[in-house]
């Protein structure tokens, strides 16, 4: 991990930084690694019903307090949810200002085998803006048919809980009941993943590009 100074999460939607590799962000902020999160689209149009249309926009500036991220290391749009694909080309446009910005060292992206149309679309553009960067898939394992994992992070309980603390402020998708969006699904994950690798707890990437 020295070798990472400056790491950048791309997320399709508010949450998914968190749920993808949030222990792993806990560990880097731990270690005083600095974290950018940028954010495509709040889903402004996936709120449930009678709540502010900019709920999940709330929830996340919360969940990335929790975290320990101030608001200065993030950056939020507000592309369509399930239309980023019609924005690619902006999308493409806006990461390069931010690789120019940024010049991170370690870059989290959804992984290729993620089939929902907006991971797939900052999955592309992502690979496309940092090329040249090391480059990790995260696990989202809803919507995979198969996942390769290729390396893992080895996180700490701490770490875990910081990850869950901080899914804990999406109060919308809590009510939802989304299985994924539980307490015992998000330490079993990682209770498997660490299984497989020695360690009490990780998290599974799909592996891009690593340069050392």
Not at 26 to 45: C, D, H, Q
Not at 205 to 211: D, G, H, L, Y
Request: charge should be negative.
């Amino acid at each position: 991990m020295s070798n990472y100074k400056s790491v950048l999460v791309l997320a399709p939607h508010t949450d998914d930084a968190e749920l993808g590799c949030g222990g792993s962000v806990a560990r880097f902020l731990r270690e005083g690694i600095k974290v950018t999160i940028v954010v495509f689209s709040s889903a402004r149009a996936s709120v449930p019903k009678g709540h502010n249309a900019d709920q999940l926009k709330i929830e996340f500036y919360d969940s990335m307090k929790k975290m320990g991220i101030s608001k200065e290391d993030i950056v939020l749009f507000d592309f369509p949810v399930r239309k980023l694909k019609a924005y690619r080309q902006e999308i493409l446009e806006e990461l390069i200002k931010i690789r120019s910005t940024i010049q991170p060292d370690l870059v989290f992206i959804p992984s290729s085998q993620d089939v929902h149309q907006d991971h797939e679309a900052i999955q592309e553009e992502g690979l496309r803006a940092f090329k040249n960067t090391s480059l990790l898939g995260y696990e989202l394992p809803w919507n995979h048919i198969t996942f390769s994992a290729q390396a893992f992070i080895s996180i700490t309980k701490e770490d875990l809980d910081k990850k869950w603390e901080s899914l804990l402020e999406y109060k919308t998708q809590l009510e939802l009941g989304r299985n994924y969006f539980t307490e015992e699904f998000i330490y079993g994950l990682a209770k498997v993943r660490g299984t497989q690798t020695g360690y009490e707890y990780a998290e599974a990437f799909e592996v891009f590009r690593v340069s050392i």
